[in-house]
């Protein structure tokens, strides 16, 4: 079983939409939890890191659940500039090595 | 300029040869990996370094091997190279301490034929 798994999608939808996705971690220690975002054949970026009480930055709302093992990352308001492939990252406690899911590609179309 | 680069940013090579891609960054951290990406998979980790004299291997080692000869440099070697090294290799950095952030070279596309 992979350590992170994703949906590779791809979600489609309008500018102006709503799309969710979520991405599933199998080590129970995980402790650290982050989305990265990647343009295409382009170096992944840190998007945003996901706390435990649920984090927003601006249009993006990440949520994590610990029973269930999964995070989950909410585009509001979808632009064009958002439609790239996002990267589900875990990492275990106490160890600095980053575990990265295959990514959820998302495209925005006008 | 960028903080971490890689060069070459792209390379073709034949099976057999011997093939050095090379990373440096002016962040200044410590920590310091190198990733190989394929279609439909996640990064994977080929080698990691937490400082010039501690060098550890990755899930993927077989078939590479690593160099930190500063700080600030990092270099990934194929002594052999062959087909299924073909891939996109990025190399990242992180901090001492705090979160586990790393920061991404522009990486290396390299098709072994």
């Known amino acids: 079983r992979k350590e992170v798994e994703q949906d590779p999608g791809p979600f489609n939808v309008p500018e102006g939409a709503t799309v969710a996705f979520n991405c599933t971690y199998s080590n129970s220690a995980s402790q650290s939890f982050f989305w990265y975002r990647q343009d295409c054949r382009k170096e992944p970026k840190l998007l945003m890191s996901?706390?435990?009480s649920g984090n927003e930055d601006g249009r993006f709302t990440a949520q994590l659940n610990r029973a269930s093992q999964y995070i989950s990352l909410l585009i509001r308001d979808s632009k064009l500039s958002d439609s790239a492939t996002y990267l589900c990252v875990v990492n275990k406690a106490g160890d600095y090595k980053l575990s990265f899911g295959a990514g959820t590609t998302v495209t925005v179309r006008a | 300029d960028a903080d971490v680069t890689q060069t070459p940013r792209n390379r073709i090579t034949k099976t057999g040869k011997r093939i050095m891609l090379e990373c440096s960054q002016t962040?200044?951290?410590?920590?310091m990996y190198w990733y190989r990406q394929d279609p439909g998979l996640g990064l994977r980790l080929i080698y990691y370094?937490?400082?010039?004299?501690?060098?550890n291997k990755g899930e993927i080692s077989d078939g590479y091997s690593v160099s930190r000869q500063a700080q600030a440099k990092f270099s990934l070697s194929l002594e052999s190279a062959i087909p299924n090294q073909t891939a996109l290799y990025f190399c990242?950095?992180?901090?001492?301490?705090?979160?586990?952030?790393?920061?991404f070279g522009p990486g290396t596309r390299l098709l072994v034929l």
């Open positions: 996901v706390y435990s």
């Open positions: 962040k200044g951290h410590d920590r």
């Open positions: 370094s937490f400082d010039v004299k501690d060098i």
């Open positions: 990242a950095t992180s901090p001492r301490g705090g979160e586990e952030t790393q920061y």
